[in-house]
């Protein structure tokens, strides 16, 4: 294992990371977009009533979000604590990729992007689709809505506006009114 890992977080490994980092760094990654692209079994919905949850989808575009850096110590036991909560129905593979940190260097992270060959991948559904599902739905960690705004709202803590969280966090609250 190497003296430092980087893992690339961007949805609720922003605001909730679960595992002991040092630094965090603003990070950009190119060729996959954040999309609530996921329908969640697990977490943020059932099987017999799914929710959505953020992916990395391929795409022409980037996503910003958060590089944290790991002591290569407990590096194994970040990627094991990582690979048990994300890979949970395999509907993420787990990849390095090249993320961009804030001020220029270039490092290797982990993620996790969509399969979207897997049952659970749901790409292009309208925003207002997504709103109406994530408005209803609530799974082991709780209402799908807390995860969405739970992330709009630490994305926009660190400057980093996402227009379509924006809309569908406005969306589901009028939902929910």
């Known amino acids: 294992m190497p003296d430092k890992i980087w893992i690339f977080g961007y949805g609720s490994l922003i605001w909730n990371p679960g595992f002991a980092h040092g630094q965090t760094r ?3 990654l190119e060729g996959y977009e954040r999309s609530f692209c996921m329908r969640s079994i697990h977490h943020r919905g059932t099987p017999a009533h799914p929710g959505l949850v953020l992916a990395l989808d391929a795409g022409t575009g ?41 001020d220029g260097p270039v490092v290797q992270a982990v993620t996790y992007v969509i399969d979207r060959a897997h049952g659970q991948y749901c790409g292009g559904l309208p925003l207002e689709e997504q709103a109406q ?6 799974g082991g960690r709780g209402p799908n809505r807390d995860y969405l705004v739970n992330t709009a709202r630490h994305l926009a803590d660190l400057g980093l506006r996402d227009p379509d969280l924006d809309w569908l966090s406005a969306r589901v609250e009028e939902l929910c009114a």
């Open 26 to 28: 603003i990070a950009r």
């Open 62 to 102: 980037g996503c910003e979000g958060l590089a944290f850096e790991v002591d290569g110590r407990i590096g194994e036991e970040t990627l094991e604590y990582l690979r048990a909560r994300e890979l949970i129905s395999a509907a993420y593979l787990e990849r390095t990729v090249p993320v961009v940190l804030q």
């Open 133 to 138: 599902i994530i408005a209803q739905a609530k």
